[in-house]
């Protein structure tokens, strides 16, 4: 998907209310973005419509985004659904200030790693969320190979990534020890993970993590410092 070109005499704005034009963006789209806040937007032109989309950037996956505005076209309406579609978001931006958006689907629970672990990758999809954290003490590169001893060869001392997943529509959660990010998950024929929690049934993705922060300081002893960037106090997050 190409970067859409700009309707002839079209000036893009190089600021609005906080979002700044990004001429380096490589998403092909034309995009605005926050300095301060992990959010942005941008006009994608799809070759029959035109998107304009706010992200949260701190999320991967295809529901990180919200569509504010589609415009369908024919080839010769292009332009003016271009047009139309800037114009959508520059009026969007003008009434939304960065510090005012959220994603209202982003568990902002998330962003609070368990002691020992960092979150390596939280993506976000129709149907499903799913949360990668890295053991801080894991050796860099290692990955443990399930396919010959199968997923029980996973221990806490060994697996680098805590698996956390969702499925959206029922709230079940899953709270497990993964070998790598895309390990296969619930529910396909051959998982790569090791639940290593029972979760309550339609508990919801906040309140599998609390488990999981609880099932590692528990596991670990460590004190949770709650000061600390991304080290919330458990009470926080209350199952």
Known sequence: MPEPSTPDGYELP??????????????????????????????????????VRVTDSRVDGFAS??????????????????????????????????????????CEAVFDAPAGYTLETYYLENRESIVY???????????????????EALTRENAPYLYIHQWNGSGNATVALAPWTEAHGPKTKHPEIKPVLETPEECGLEVALTMAREGVQEHDGRAIDADAAGQAALSRWEA
């Open 65 to 106: 985004n919200i569509e504010l505005e589609r415009r369908e076209y024919d080839r010769d309406d292009r332009d003016d659904a271009l047009a139309g579609a800037l114009d959508a978001a520059r009026e969007w931006m003008d009434d939304t200030d960065p510090s005012a958006w959220s994603h209202p689907d982003v």
């Open 14 to 51: 190089a600021a609005v209310n906080g979002w700044l034009y990004d001429p380096d963006d490589r998403s092909n789209g034309l995009v605005f973005r926050s300095r301060e806040h992990d959010c942005s937007v941008g006009i994608f032109d799809t070759l029959s419509a035109v998107s």
């Open 133 to 151: 954290y890295r053991r801080d003490d894991a050796d860099a590169g290692t990955e443990i190979d399930v396919r010959g001893e199968g997923p």
